[in-house]
């Protein structure tokens, strides 16, 4: 992932940048639209010295949260992010001098926050926030924001992307008050090919198909198998040493991330092979930089947002063939994390027949 400069942006990515500093506005766009890059473009421009904002950009997980902090340190402009769970923990406490209520750990009582909030008749003292991803995000948290967090929110979502019961969706944005729309619909991201077989599980249509501004590449997404995890990591280091890029690998459960970061190591040397689950200790995802040539190791619960030049994709026994909405989504998403190479890994769980039968077809998908 690379921040564009204005000049390089096109006219409907300039105009949500550019929109009025002190108003909220809704920006809806698929995957690859650059809905992140606007969203740090828009923050690093309120808080510039022609208009000097207090603004905190507010993203799903902590590795989303830390890109996007990498991503405008580099570009000259430091921003304030932070996950939903830190803002709204470190506001209440600092207001109320008492922990958020919560039911479990990460889950707060949203009607107990709210109404503490009104009681007190807090008024928000931030200029803005800058929320990405809030498809992921509790549409209590974006009445949180629109009433008390900042004077101002530019939200940016797909809800064709929501992979969360916990989500939220355009209609009750605009039930909160988002009146401004503005929508993103060109993919700058993924080749043609990829972005086609993308659309082979986009169901809802809430946000129209992009179109693939970079056209055909040279790969067609493709299905290999991997009996096990060794073999998965042969193949992966393979890749890696005769084309040296951004590479990324997509599984399931926590403990594959360890183990096949841990069989990449090994092959690697010293070449980065980076792992991340949620349970890592904080301040851990400063640590990576998948951006950076080398291997990122994730589960599909921290994709969200991320990309990289070639994407192994072996999360989908969960998804496949697709049973409800949530399934549809998460593949649309998971499989648009890619730039230029797409592979579908069958193994080492072993997809069934029926699993197999629900991907695309030749020549959507090569087999």
Not at 94 to 104: D, E, G, I, K, L
Not at 108 to 118: G, P, Q, T
Not at 164 to 177: D, T, W
Request: aromatic letters at 8%.
């Amino acid at each position: 992932m690379k921040l564009p400069t204005l000049s390089e942006i096109t006219e409907e990515q300039f105009a949500v940048v550019e929109y009025s500093v002190d108003a909220s506005i809704l920006v809806v766009g698929p995957p690859g639209a650059g809905k992140t890059s606007m969203a740090i473009l828009r923050a690093r421009l309120l808080i510039s010295p022609e208009h000097r904002r207090s603004v905190v950009m507010v993203t799903r997980n902590r590795l989303l949260t830390s890109v996007a902090g990498q991503l405008a340190k580099e570009n000259q402009a430091l921003i304030r992010t932070e996950t939903m769970h830190s803002l709204v923990a470190g506001d209440y406490y600092q207001r109320f001098n008492a922990y958020v209520p919560q039911s479990r750990p990460f889950e707060f009582i949203w009607a107990a926050v709210l109404e503490r909030y009104e009681k007190a008749g807090v008024r928000p003292h931030l200029d803005h926030l800058v929320i990405d991803e809030g498809q992921n995000l509790p549409i209590e948290f974006i009445q949180w924001a629109v009433r008390f967090g900042a004077k101002a929110v530019s939200l940016f979502a797909d809800e064709d992307q929501a992979t969360l019961g916990r989500g939220s969706k355009v209609a009750e944005y605009h039930a909160a008050g988002f009146t401004a729309v503005l929508p993103l619909l060109i993919n700058h991201r993924s080749t043609a090919e990829i972005v086609e077989f993308a659309e082979h599980f986009h169901r809802n249509r809430v946000i129209p198909r992009a179109a693939a501004r970079r056209g055909g590449g040279f790969d067609r997404p493709w299905l290999i198998e991997a009996a096990t995890w060794d073999d998965l990591a042969n193949t992966v280091a393979s890749r890696y040493a005769n084309r040296a890029e951004a590479l990324g690998v997509i599984v399931f459960r926590k403990t594959e991330v360890t183990h096949l970061a841990a069989l990449l190591r090994q092959r690697l040397g010293a070449t980065r092979v980076d792992s991340y689950t949620s349970d890592a200790d904080t301040g851990v995802e400063h640590a990576i930089r998948m951006r950076d040539n080398g291997v990122t190791v994730i589960c599909g619960e921290s994709a969200i947002g991320l990309e990289f030049d070639t994407l192994y994709l072996q999360d989908l026994w969960r998804s496949l063939p697709p049973a409800q909405e949530v399934d549809y989504r998460r593949m649309y998403m998971l499989s648009a994390r890619a730039r230029d190479s797409l592979v579908l890994v069958n193994g080492p769980e072993t997809l069934t027949e029926a699993q197999l039968a629900s991907l695309p077809a030749p020549p959507i998908l090569d087999r």
